[in-house]
């Protein structure tokens, strides 16, 4: 009888490990890496970035830095709606620092939110205020919005690639 038991909750912690193992594949982030000008998939979204410069920012806004400028295009491959934002892309340094997207209006074509109808790509641009060197290695992270569920993640290569 207590063989029994002992087979059973060795099974038991078998079937969690089984589980906990499976899950742990199924929520793990997918790094997909890129280079600017090059298109990259982010769940339903086709992202191609592009370095646009830098700029000294609006009358209304200035950097505490440089802004960072950077182009979007944007396609939904999907067959429904999703929406993209500035806040999913983030720009890393090369001391591993990430620095969010600065949200104002500096062009018409700036993102704030935008929904994307399927197969119709739109573009954009969003700006990061950093201490940008022009000899350094820039990077920006795409992040999936909620609703778009992926485990992906993408990672651009933007400057000295």
Known sequence: MAGMGVIIVIGAIIASM???NYMYTQYTTNYIEAVAGKPIIVGP???????EGTHEGSKE???ENTFVKIGITAKNISNEKTIISG?????VDEKEQK???VFGEFSSKDLFLETLEPNKPIERTTQFDIPYDEE?????????QKDQ???DTAVVCITNC
């Open 45 to 51: 979204v086709e992202y191609t970035l592009s370095f």
């Open 87 to 91: 806040g999913q892309f983030y720009i």
């Open 61 to 63: 806004v200035k950097p």
């Open 18 to 20: 089984v589980v906990a």
């Open 99 to 101: 620095h969010e997207a």
């Open 136 to 144: 350094k290695k820039y990077k920006i992270i795409i992040r999936p």
């Open 149 to 151: 569920s992926t485990v």
